[in-house]
């Protein structure tokens, strides 16, 4: 790697620069370490110029209801980073990132900020997000085939970029240089697991959160997204997705507009066997495991032809990989081996997740009408209607008053927002309003937070 080149002229300029406090240097010598100095910069500089147009600062916008008037709002409650991956628009973030989103925007250094829109994302467990931008035909992007986290190695350079405590909103990332302090960790916090990431001492802040970790050469190498401190701020510790494991994730989410990759579940609780290995001490009744025949008590040594030591290992391998991946063991039971292979399934398939309860959708993921209204008596009329939301595309007007939505009849606010509160954004159906003493009927598609409060995409 070009890091690995650039760490010899680092250790001669300071050697110069320690002997200088002891043994007087020349000043020829003085200035050829200076000279050394100014090429490390200019390449550092040229790599930061080359991806900078690629990073954004990412806003997220949550909604705000007001259920009596149907007045509907967003208000910017948080702040990220992420990096275009196509020349199309499709950026990277995390999921933490986008959470509860009802608008996203995305500032990058030509100044503008962008509307953007949540593509898929990894569902529980995961903090991977696909956005898609709009606004441009062509984007500045960054080429995520090129990293490659295996061969990095402690030690060697690598930039961290984005929007840390929301300072670069205007879209010019900041940048922070550091080295690689380890591979293969795993970290947590709260519902969000990274498996075999990137630990570096780049400072990485809040809202730095999805932004890219390059290496020397400006080649993507990982996603940043948790720090371990103790007051806010970074303490050394932080770390990232290996652009490997994203890899894995971009094709299907490119083609699964709207749903969940999930991290994939093979239903395996495993602990280190004494003799090497992972130990299986639970199988989740009705798994993929256990439908290709692991039991209780199989230690298993090698996972997709790669062996198997203990049970970081075993994470390691299986626990970064999405669903639907054939995954192919080889175990121990007793004095024999035996092989065996099996699709993962879906986090939403775990036991822990399974809830076949209807539930009304959280206010980021609801429809809206696009309009607000009062109660008179048993009545619900319009009292303003937002243009380019549902309502106005459906021509609905102020003074207009609501029979029908659906199938149902309306005689209540309450029952309306009720109604609403279990449909999506996009949602088509047919609306019976009252005007001028006559009855009429057309069809409508429910808005999202953003239109229903008069943002225009």
Known sequence: MRSA??????????????????????????????????ALEAEFQAVVAKVTPAVGAVSNY???????????????????????????????????V??????????????????????ADTGSKGDIALLKLHGRKSW????????????????????????PFGHALDGTPAVTLGIVSGKSRNASERRFTYVGAVQTDAEINKGNSG??????????????GLMHSTTGSNTGIGFAIPINQIRDFIAPMMKRQGKDVSYGYHGLHVGTAKSG??????????????????????VIYKVNGKKVENRTAFVNVVDQLPEKKLVRLSFRRGNNTKTTSFKLGSQADAPRQRNAAEQALPLWERAYLGAEWKQVE???????????AGAGGAKLAAGDRLVRLGRTTITSIDQLVMILS???????????YKRDGRTREIGIVLSDAAEAAGIVR
């Open 277 to 298: 290995g992972a130990l299986v001490r639970r199988v989740d009744g009705g798994s993929p495991a256990a439908g290709a025949g692991v039991r209780r008590g199989d």
């Open 98 to 119: 986008v959470d509860k989103a009802a608008r996203i925007t995305v500032a990058l250094s030509d100044g503008v900020s962008y509307e953007a829109e949540l593509f």
């Open 422 to 432: 279990y449909l999506e954004p996009g949602h088509k159906t047919r609306i019976a």
């Open 140 to 163: 500045p992007f960054v080429d995520y085939n090129k990293g490659d986290a295996k061969k990095l190695e402690p030690g060697n350079f690598v930039f961290a970029m984005g929007n």
């Open 211 to 224: 932004g890219p970790l390059f290496n020397a050469l400006g080649h993507f190498i990982g996603m940043n």
């Open 5 to 38: 080149k650039l760490l010899p002229v680092w250790i001669a300029v300071i050697g110069v620069s320690l002997g200088s406090a002891t043994v007087r240097a020349s000043e020829p010598d003085l200035e050829k370490a200076r000279e050394k100095v100014r």
């Open 378 to 388: 048993n009545a619900v009329y319009l009292t303003r209607v937002v243009a380019t």
């Open 62 to 96: 949550h909604a705000t209801f007001n259920p009596k008037t149907g007045q509907v709002g967003v208000r910017l409650v948080g702040f990220g980073s992420g990096t275009v991956i196509s020349r199309t628009g499709f950026f990277l973030t995390n999921v933490h």
